[in-house]
């Protein structure tokens, strides 16, 4: 791949300078979040046991389904129309557009927790579990919560400033977790559970709409005092509603699945404890995947895919394989060292989690086909339709395989659904990309960087399975072997150049002190290099 900038940097080089930059806001935020929230997990598991956690599962269920009918598209169309107004030099518009968003956001919440604090009995009764009613009522306020946590997270999308994403992520994670750890130990069980979840999202809520009105204040002021609400609600469901019907398809295709887990089990939650236990182990690689896919979206928007064709042609390439150099490891040595992971920090209360993990982390191999990449370029480029029809495509295989594979085979026939459904929607926006915008995967790049992960976790599988040390300890040379098989593995294979390299150390110049420690591990991968004569 060639290399960008010799003096003025390409502007595609520029874009992933800032993209980098955001991203890295996002990661570490995710990274202290997840980390603080993965306490309560920890706790809440170990102090619940499956059967309670996996009810404790149940319960989210229904805020969950009811959640993907949130969204029509307005928060989409504010990082689109946030990107794209910076991009133009018309910021004055953002403020409109902002109050817009959040103003849709809360009317529709309310409604939405309404209507799950009305359902809460009969879906309780339905799942031949009564007692969980009270529990849905109080997760229902959660709705509303999560709204307003969505609606800073695309103002702070749109406008670049990952930062205070990060704050608002962190603050909902201690809360949650202070409250969730207090009331479980006070004896509250699932009820406590519930309550810490509920307060965790209200508390993050608030603050993400404190600081977007921080933000607000310092954008350029329109040129009437007026906002133009009404107009700009219009322009954003235009843009948005596609957008919308596909996020409701896929978000209660998603629930539908974990809608049929309780009836498959009918008298026994603790698989789907288990199940819950490898989906929350799972975030570990969404650390890597979350911040690529969040910055890519207004990176494609900024573009005009006929003025900026070629420059669209290596963001797109470059943004599938940066991310799958990212995303691919990480999710290989999940992988293979599933086992000692989930036995180190979960017990040995959730015996089928560990394969579980291990066949829920393949679907991020799919990083390499272009996954996180190929949708946000549909969207960002304005092709919202296509997105739909795309939605539409899996909706139509995945329902009905769903179903069949749920019903007959619970867990792992939901697992092998979730593997299975996506592939023909990766695909087809894969082809449409190539014909519109003509973009396209660098097959060898992807099949050297599936080959490099896969034998490196085949080999460090290979040699912890023959230790008989304790799980943390098998699972801290796990990741070292890993790591010292990886780095001459990528060399060899030619995954990551010198022409990488120099991309990379580009990107990341504007992380500061974190740049200064990548630039470190890239001069000692390229030592290796000279020594392998690469």
């Known amino acids: ?67 993907t009918f949130r969204d029509w598209g307005v928060n989409s169309a504010m990082i689109r129309f946030g990107a794209q107004y910076r991009a133009e030099g018309r910021s004055e518009e953002i403020r409109s557009l902002f109050v817009t968003g959040i103003i849709f956001e809360i009317i529709l919440g309310l409604v939405l927790s309404a209507i799950g604090f009305g359902l809460s009995g009969f879906l309780a009764t339905m799942w031949n579990r ?3 009613a009270p529990l849905i009522q109080i997760a229902s306020f959660s709705i509303l919560a999560g709204g307003l946590v969505n609606a800073a997270t695309a103002a702070f999308t749109g406008l670049e400033r990952m930062e205070l994403n990060s704050v608002m992520l962190i603050c909902q994670s ?14 509250l069980g699932t009820l406590g559970a519930t309550v810490g979840y509920t307060v965790g999202y209200l508390v993050a809520g608030t603050i993400g709409i404190a ?64 199940y819950s236990v490898a989906v929350s182990f799972s975030v570990l690689i969404s650390f890597f ?14 573009l005009d895919s006929k003025k900026d064709r070629e420059t669209l042609k290596s963001v797109f390439q470059f943004s599938i394989k940066y991310a799958s150099l990212l995303v691919v490891p990480v999710a290989a040595i999940i992988i293979c060292l599933s086992e000692p992971a989930v036995s180190t920090l979960f017990g040995n209360t959730y015996a089928s989690a560990p394969l579980f993990l291990a066949l829920l982390s393949i679907t991020y191999m799919y990083t390499a086909f272009g996954s996180l990449s190929s949708g946000n370029l549909i969207i960002g480029q304005g092709y919202t339709k296509v997105n739909l029809y795309l939605t539409i495509l899996t909706a139509a295989v995945g329902f009905p395989m769903g179903y069949v ?33 003509g973009v396209s995967v660098d097959w060898i790049s992807t099949a050297r960087i599936l080959l490099s992960s896969a034998v490196t976790a085949a080999l460090t599988y290979l040699i912890i399975a023959q230790m008989t040390f304790s799980s943390p300890i098998r699972l801290v040379i796990g990741v070292v072997v890993f790591l010292l098989i990886l780095v001459p593995t990528v060399i060899v294979t030619r995954t990551l150049t010198r ?31 000279t020594v392998l004569r690469v």
């Open 1 to 67: 791949m060639k290399r960008l900038g010799n003096g003025i940097m390409s502007k595609a080089a520029d874009m992933a300078k800032v993209s980098a930059k955001g991203g890295f806001h996002l990661l570490w935020g995710l990274i202290a979040s997840t980390v603080i929230s993965s306490v309560g997990t920890i706790f809440i598991a170990r102090l619940l046991g499956s059967d309670l956690y996996g009810l404790y599962t149940v319960v989210l269920t229904v805020p969950a389904l009811i959640s």
């Open 174 to 187: 201690i809360i949650k977790t202070l409250t969730v750890i207090g009331l479980v130990v006070l004896g």
């Open 499 to 529: 022409a990488d390299i120099g991309n990379i150390r580009g990107m990341v110049s504007a992380l500061g002190p974190v740049g200064v420690v990548v630039n470190a591990f890239l001069r000692l991968i390229e030592r290796i290099m």
């Open 211 to 274: 600081l977007v009105g921080y933000v607000y204040r310092s954008l350029p002021k329109p040129y009437t005092s007026k906002l133009e609400v009404k107009a700009y609600m219009s322009s954003m469901l235009q843009y948005g509603i596609p957008i919308s019907i596909a996020t409701i398809i896929g978000g209660f295709q998603t629930q539908f699945y974990a809608f049929l887990l309780p009836i498959y089990y009918s008298t026994d939650n603790i698989l789907i404890g288990n």
């Open 130 to 132: 009564p007692t969980i």
């Open 405 to 437: 594979l749920i019903m007959n085979f619970g867990v792992i026939g939901l697992i092998a659904t979730t593997l299975m459904v996506g592939l023909p929607s990766i695909f087809g926006a894969l082809i449409f990309a190539n014909r519109r915008f």
């Open 289 to 302: 995947a979350t911040p690529i896919t969040t910055m890519l979206f207004p990176a494609f928007s900024k």
